[in-house]
């Protein structure tokens, strides 16, 4: 069913009125199988009105929503931008700049006042966005949140007539809609698929680098697995094939030579330096891949995705 009959439906179902069609700009954000569970849930909490949040399991929107609703500290001197979304709208100054503005989201606000439909989007509910002079909109809740945009599309906006501006977002999310792993875009699909080869590469490497001298680094690996959350240790461990055990005990870690233990740590700190490295590549790039790497560590307990988020670059300063 296409977005616009799901919706036509749901408020002949209700006794609803439409009252705008903002709804199609957010299009590309949701998912129309997830938005008729959404919809399922709000019959089934009573219908209420108001900006209604309803998370629903297995949903990964897209939102441009930043700020403490979302986990940002957002610093008091970050650069606002002052644009018009679209025809008939004011300017607004909640608009900040970001090179991965987009975030998952696993929640649907439904928008219901006087009876009446007001918009469909992925993401938290704020209220109205206010205009630039604050006499408008839901300014206490605003206060601390901001839409993030990237540079291209806030010049864009910029030189655009009012009828158009509202059009730049949605081309953007419409390119990077959810057509991947997870409902993820393929982008970010194909860039953790790539970052995981080389990873996987490295660990063939250092594994057969490490059994070639030591036979019993295999089991050194994998007894190391027993004791420490180590994902490292875990990948070098399904790569090695050897996996003799000790000829006998010995005063080393684990009761293994010095030698094959010295061997094997090198091994491991080898790989998380290429974790990091790799880890870094996806972040220069303009997509957030952190919730898609939650997401695929969780459903296929792959110590390498996990040794990609442990390495990840922290944005400290």
Not at 115 to 143: R, S
Not at 219 to 235: I, L, P
Not at 273 to 301: C, N, Q
Request: glycine share 8%; hydrophobic share 35%; proline share 5%.
């Amino acid at each position: 069913m296409s977005l616009d009959a799901l919706v036509q439906d749901f408020i002949e179902r209700n006794g609803l009125s439409l009252r705008t069609t903002h709804y199609k700009t957010h299009a590309s954000e949701i998912d129309t199988k997830f938005l008729a569970e959404a919809m399922r849930i709000w019959e089934n909490m009573g219908g209420p009105e108001g900006d209604t949040e309803i998370p629903v399991r297995g949903f990964k929107g897209m939102t441009r929503l930043w700020g403490k609703k979302m986990g940002d500290r957002i610093p008091r001197d970050e650069p606002l931008y002052t644009r018009k979304r679209g025809e008939g709208r004011p300017f607004q100054d909640r608009f900040i700049l970001r090179d991965r503005p987009l975030r998952a989201s696993n929640i649907i606000t439904i928008v219901i006042y006087q009876g009446g439909l007001e918009t469909i989007y992925a993401g938290n509910a704020l209220g109205p966005m206010p205009d630039a002079g604050k006499q408008n909109g839901d300014w206490a809740n605003w206060k601390d949140h901001y839409l993030a945009f990237t540079q291209k599309e806030l010049d864009e906006m910029e030189k655009m007539p009012n009828r158009l501006a509202s059009r730049v977002a949605s081309r953007y999310m419409s390119k990077t809609a959810a057509s991947g792993n997870y409902g993820f875009t393929k982008r970010v699909q194909n860039d953790v698929e790539v970052a995981l080869r080389k990873l996987e590469k490295k660990v063939e490497i250092l594994a057969r680098k490490v059994e070639n001298k030591h036979p019993e680094a295999g089991t050194y690996f994998g007894t190391r697995c027993q004791g420490s959350n180590c994902n490292a240790s875990k990948a070098l461990s399904k790569a090695c094939v050897l996996n003799q055990p000790p000829k006998r005990l010995v005063a080393g870690p684990l009761g293994f030579k010095p030698t094959c233990a010295r061997a094997s740590h090198k091994a491991i700190t080898d790989l998380i330096l290429h974790a990091g490295e790799v880890a870094h590549t996806l972040y220069k790039k303009d997509r957030d891949h952190i919730p898609y790497l939650k997401e695929h560590a969780k459903r296929k307990r792959c110590p390498l995705t996990r040794l990609l988020l442990e390495n990840y670059p922290v944005e400290i300063l």
